[in-house]
């Protein structure tokens, strides 16, 4: 049997393309070749096995965006070990939990945090820093190389290669245990479905502790050898120049929003750019459309999530249709159905599952919670609420947790979120429900107006002949900003807390 690690197929691209640049760093220009991130990922390999990390053990990370942090997510790959990605925002509070659930053999955080997490963690604890310093990456540089470090560990395709914890916004966080098998097919799916390009450079903005950023963007460059621009964080200013020298950029809904504001960006500045790709929140028709008229250019909105990768995408070549996320990735099957588990009829509402190699193994200690999401059949029960057209081409209304039941109504939140959004008194808007005596819940929106605040009297008169009297919200406040995650998703269970005893006191 053949070997099914990940990294055996990475590094056969690093090989075939070692004289390409991998990365450019944009923030000094200083440039990394496929052959320079191999030997960077054989020296932190090495570095891996010398603390004695086995096959199985968990890596845990929490380091910032650098080439350096890509290099050892590959070397534990290499050696067989578990990666286990963090958000570099989390405290040290936050990453006790982490310590705790995951038990890692080994613990990398950033330099200024090494002493404390020591005294804290049971593990042995090294750090790495944005330009390779720290403890792990002083070691790495020292690192004797050997027929050892070289060798690749040899894997199933069920074999798990990552955990990726869930954000835990209604309860104790989930690790979602990724394999090797499911990387590496959904990462094979996008290249083809996406038509990846020798000539392509990726605009690389996003954050790497998420499947978006590590997984959908990273693996597709690394596995054709294609260049990446590489970016610390996203800037609007900083991307608009880099357009013209990319090909793709993915990104999330707040990306496209802030280039939007930006009067320089037009046609112009996007003529050398061929896809770009929006996820991890949703992207509002009125986003769309204004950079369709903007640009002359559709964004390619594709529907994933931490436990499934890619489900769906809007066609490469076909039509890009406004507030939906496309039809099912070729291997992936997608349905919409009930409470009861039954198959809805062509543009009802119900919860989106799936089925097919992106599907994760399950969650990392939690048999039951794993058995309580998935059919029989082998259907994954993914939470979110959508409809699927005779076409199958799928769109999605909310999570399953943030409908809003009023009166005995439900009240899907996105399609009130749409009607706010295409207000000219309204940036953006959210959409939550609230306990209230007499309806069980009321709606309420959150928004953020672009000019004079907008009340309760003004969204009433907007909505009147758009939106029937129990979807309309019963309560507006207006904010400079929503609260959002680092993947640009509103925190509505933070909004919901907020305003939890708005109605009853």
Request: with cysteine.
């Amino acid at each position: 049997m053949s070997n099914k690690n990940l990294f055996a197929a990475l590094h056969s691209s690093f090989v075939s393309n070692a004289d390409r640049i991998a990365f450019e760093l944009t923030q000094d220009a200083s440039q990394v070749s496929y052959a320079q991130l191999g030997e960077l990922t054989q020296r932190m390999a090495q570095t891996l096995l010398d603390l004695e990390v086995q096959s199985e053990q968990r890596v845990l990370v929490q380091v910032g965006k650098s080439v350096p942090a890509v290099a050892l997510y590959l070397a534990c790959l290499q050696v067989g070990a578990v990666y286990v990605p963090i958000n570099t925002a989390y405290t040290a509070g936050e990453v006790e939990y982490f310590l705790g659930d995951a038990e890692p053999a080994l613990f990398v955080c950033d330099p200024r945090e090494e002493d404390a997490f020591t005294e804290l963690a049971s593990c042995n604890v090294r750090s790495l820093g944005m330009d390779g310093a720290g403890s792990f990456g002083m070691a790495a540089s020292q690192a004797v190389l050997s027929k050892r470090s070289a060798k690749v560990a040899t894997k199933k395709s069920a074999d798990i290669a990552a955990i990726l914890y869930t954000s835990g916004t209604t309860g104790r966080s989930k690790g979602a245990m990724l394999s090797h098998g499911n990387l590496l097919s959904n990462a094979t799916t996008l290249l083809d479905y996406w038509g990846w390009k020798d000539s392509d450079v990726l605009l690389h903005a996003l954050p790497i502790f998420h499947v978006h950023g590590l997984f959908v963007a990273l693996h597709c460059a690394l596995l054709s050898g294609t260049p990446m621009l590489f970016m610390p964080a996203f800037d609007a200013a900083e991307v608009l120049p880099l357009l013209s020298r990319a090909t793709v950029m993915m990104g999330v809904p707040t990306f496209y929003s802030r280039l939007l504001s930006l009067p320089e960006f037009d046609r112009g500045s996007c003529t050398n750019m061929r896809l770009f790709i929006s996820g991890s929140a949703p992207l509002t028709e009125q986003t769309f459309n204004e950079f369709e008229d903007r640009t002359g250019q559709r964004i390619l909105e594709r529907y994933g999530m931490s436990e499934t990768l890619m489900n769906t995408s809007n066609p490469l070549s076909g039509q890009r249709v406004a507030g939906t996320v496309g039809f099912a990735l070729p291997g992936v099957s997608a349905r919409v159905v009930n409470d009861s588990g039954q198959e809805l009829m062509a543009g009802d509402v119900g919860v989106i599952e799936v089925k097919g190699p992106n599907v994760f193994q399950g969650y990392w200690r939690m048999p039951e919670k794993t058995a309580e999401e998935f059919r029989k059949d082998g259907f994954f029960i993914t939470g979110d609420l959508g409809s699927m057209d005779l076409e199958g081409r799928v769109t999605i209304v909310g999570r399953e947790k943030d409908l809003v039941i009023s009166g005995g109504y439900n009240v899907y939140p996105k399609e009130v979120e749409r009607l706010l959004d295409e207000l000219p008194s309204i940036a953006e808007s959210a959409v939550i429900g609230v306990p209230h005596a007499d309806f069980g819940e009321a709606v309420v929106a959150v928004v953020v107006p672009t000019g004079a605040p907008v009340s309760d009297a003004d969204l009433r008169e907007a909505l009147a002949d758009s939106l029937a009297r129990y979807k309309q919200p019963k309560a507006v406040f207006n904010l400079e900003e929503l609260p959002r995650n680092a993947m640009g998703k509103v925190q509505k269970a933070q909004l919901r807390k907020v305003h939890a005893k708005l109605f009853t006191g």
